[in-house]
């Protein structure tokens, strides 16, 4: 069947401190991509032509489909009527409703989409996979006490170990807007407790104005959302679910 995205449907206000994070396997999400063009704006759409595969222009049109239907729900807005910028080192926002924080991550099977009010907020998704050059990785990105920890986990532990502080990282930079031109080396996560930060750049604030929490996508990924926030709850949620409330 095929899900329409073409509406918006009326969410639950969003509170300070309460980060709504929608998930999805692309694998089983199935909607109809002429309706998720139609929903795009002028620079969207320059990006689904310059895509050379069918995939990939199939899966951003859902992705940035099913992105502006669920940001309309929550501002109460037609999804194509959203003016959507960017700021200099590519962060989104919504130029009406500047206090509306939201981003996106996607791999290869998963989709997140995390929505909250008025902080810095960053979600990053990556399947676990083999990878050749992991250890040059952890000595280029990792600080010493993250290297120190993920060496020490057994052979069978440090993929997953890998892709958790790396999705930790990333989530972090893609919050603090700069992406990883900032230096993931420098955004270092409490091995023993990682919630919280030991150190991130100066400019960043300190360290305890920010917290991460890891989200849960299975055992093939791993997920982890930040918000410049001293503590936060994350509400969970199906875009299937979502989805199917609008046919």
Not at 22 to 49: F, G, I, K, M, N
Not at 86 to 96: M, Y
Not at 115 to 142: M, S, Y
Not at 156 to 169: C, Y
Request: with cysteine; hydrophobic share 45%.
């Amino acid at each position: 069947m095929l899900l329409n995205v073409a509406k918006c449907r009326a969410l639950s206000p969003l509170q300070l401190g309460v980060i709504d994070v929608w998930s999805a396997d692309l694998r089983q999400l199935v909607v109809d991509h002429a309706d998720c063009y139609a929903l795009l704006d002028t620079p969207e759409r320059e990006t689904v032509a310059r895509l050379k595969f069918q995939s990939l222009r199939d899966r951003y049109l859902a992705t940035h489909g099913i992105l502006r239907s669920l940001l309309s729900s929550y501002v109460q807005m037609p999804p194509a009527s959203l003016v959507i910028h960017r700021t200099l080192h590519g962060k989104p926002f919504l130029v009406d409703y500047p206090t509306l924080s939201f981003n996106m991550s996607h791999s290869a099977t998963k989709l997140l989409i995390a929505v909250t009010e008025a902080v810095p907020l960053g979600i990053d998704v990556e399947d676990i996979k083999p990878r050749t050059h992991t250890a040059g990785l952890v000595a280029r990105c990792f600080a010493p006490e993250e290297q120190a920890y993920w060496h020490a986990l057994s052979e069978a532990e440090k993929m997953r170990g890998f892709f958790s502080f790396w999705t930790r990282k990333e989530a972090f930079v893609k919050a603090e807007g700069q992406g990883i031109s900032l230096g993931l080396e420098h955004c270092v996560i409490d091995p023993i407790d990682p919630t919280r930060f030991l150190r991130i750049p100066i400019a960043c604030d300190s360290a305890n104005a920010w917290r991460i929490m890891d989200v849960e996508v299975g055992v093939e990924s791993c997920a982890a959302v930040v918000a410049k926030l001293g503590t936060f709850k994350v509400n969970t949620f199906l875009i299937s679910d979502y989805l199917k409330r609008l046919c």
